[in-house]
């Protein structure tokens, strides 16, 4: 369909985009670092989440494939994109790390976790500059490091002096917190001191453009803004537009999207798949209509920011689920919207025993769906 010559892309046809560049029409085999590099990292708030995230593109994904590149630096936990935890390529957190500074800047602005007049009279370059030297002499944990801002700025709120560090250094999550199976407090220290060399002080924003289209494209501007947390995109795209495809979506937007990305047929028939918590699928775009139906959309809001491992049937989220562990057998939940063909039920069904298989650890992990609902 097209309108005044220009290609209308419905949201079926959004979301057959979406999958396959995000490698979830067809498992495929290719190494870790690569999909790292194409998705431009994944979501890491829970530690799991990047493993689930992998096993759901990669076919004969093993949990060593990422723990592995974590121990050995060539991945690193940082924050990134959003001011968000991301599993990304070392190569990625030293060339677009400083592209959240803005992010995380206006995070102090504004959180209640950082208090300016409590800590009126210390240079912020002073506290950024003690705090990272402080975190070089070895990686610490939030209190950890609370403790010495108190003893090195007595009289001034550490808490606001901790935050501030954290937020404002370049810092990575350092192993074993991050490993499949090992768990761990969250400790941090520099990018310099762990990848042995600085983050890039200015990268161009106009470089995060063609990736985040080739991962999530076609997309509009204030969906790339969502997805880098960043002001200002359009300017972006309009420097870059003689380079840039460009589409409609059914409410005339404009959706732009890099040359030769794939674009399937809205009807091309999609998998059953259980996406990882956090996944950034359901987080990359102002509207998730793609991917998320509107009846369901409230379904996947937290007040506390966490978001659940969803369930995509023909390609959008129909349910959530989850692996609890604790005394018992540990057990993976699913929980759909709706009911079911019983087609669509059967490959759920193995879906969800695959995921089970790849979780278990200390002994199976027990399958229970629930009921539509």
């Not at 396959?20 to 870790?32: D, G, T, Y």
């Not at 950082?114 to 500059?129: I, M, N, S, T």
């Not at 537009?241 to 674009?263: I, S, Y």
């Not at 057998?329 to 087609?343: D, H, I, K, M, N």
């Amino acid at each position: 369909m097209t309108t005044s010559g220009v290609q209308v892309l419905g949201a079926r046809a959004l979301n057959r985009a979406l999958l396959a560049r995000q490698l979830l029409l067809e498992r495929v085999r290719r190494p870790v670092l690569d999909v790292l590099t194409h998705l431009v990292g994944l979501q890491a708030q829970a530690p799991d989440a990047p493993y689930y995230g992998l096993w759901s593109r990669l076919a004969g994904f093993r949990p060593d494939e990422l723990a592995e590149p974590l121990r050995g630096r060539a991945v690193v936990r940082a924050t990134m994109m959003r001011g968000t935890l991301h599993a990304v390529t070392s190569a990625d957190c030293l060339a677009l790390r400083m592209l959240a500074q803005p992010t995380m800047e206006r995070a102090v602005r504004t959180s209640t976790d950082y208090d300016g007049q409590r800590v009126a009279g210390v240079a912020v370059a002073e506290v950024l500059a003690v705090g990272a030297e402080l975190l070089t002499e070895a990686p610490r944990t939030p209190a950890e490091l609370r403790v010495l801002c108190a003893a090195r700025w007595p009289g001034h709120d550490p808490d606001s002096l901790s935050y501030a560090v954290r937020a404002l250094v370049p810092t990575v999550q350092v192993p074993p917190r991050g490993i499949w199976g090992v768990g761990g407090v969250a400790r941090v220290t520099p990018v310099r001191a762990w990848l042995g060399q600085p983050v890039r002080p200015d990268p161009d924003p106009a470089g995060l453009v063609p990736r985040y289209l080739a991962a999530f494209g076609p997309a509009t501007a204030a969906d790339l803004a969502t997805w880098s947390g960043r002001t200002g995109v359009r300017p972006l795209l309009e420097q870059l537009r003689p380079q840039l495809r460009v589409f409609a979506d059914e409410h005339g937007r404009e959706l732009f999207d890099v040359p030769g990305a794939p674009l399937p047929s809205a009807d091309t028939a999609a998998p059953v798949r259980l996406l990882a918590p956090y996944d950034n699928v359901l987080l990359a775009h102002a509207d998730r209509a793609r991917v998320v139906p509107e009846e369901h959309r409230a379904r996947l809001l937290s007040k506390n920011g966490i978001v659940p491992g969803t369930v995509l049937v023909d390609g959008f989220v129909q349910g959530t689920w989850e692996v609890r562990r604790g005394r018992g057998p540990a057990r993976l939940t699913v929980r759909p919207f709706r009911s079911l063909t019983s087609e669509q039920a059967g490959r759920l069904s193995d879906e969800a025993a695959s995921a089970a298989e790849f979780a278990a650890r200390d002994g199976p992990v027990e399958v229970a769906i629930e009921d539509a609902g």
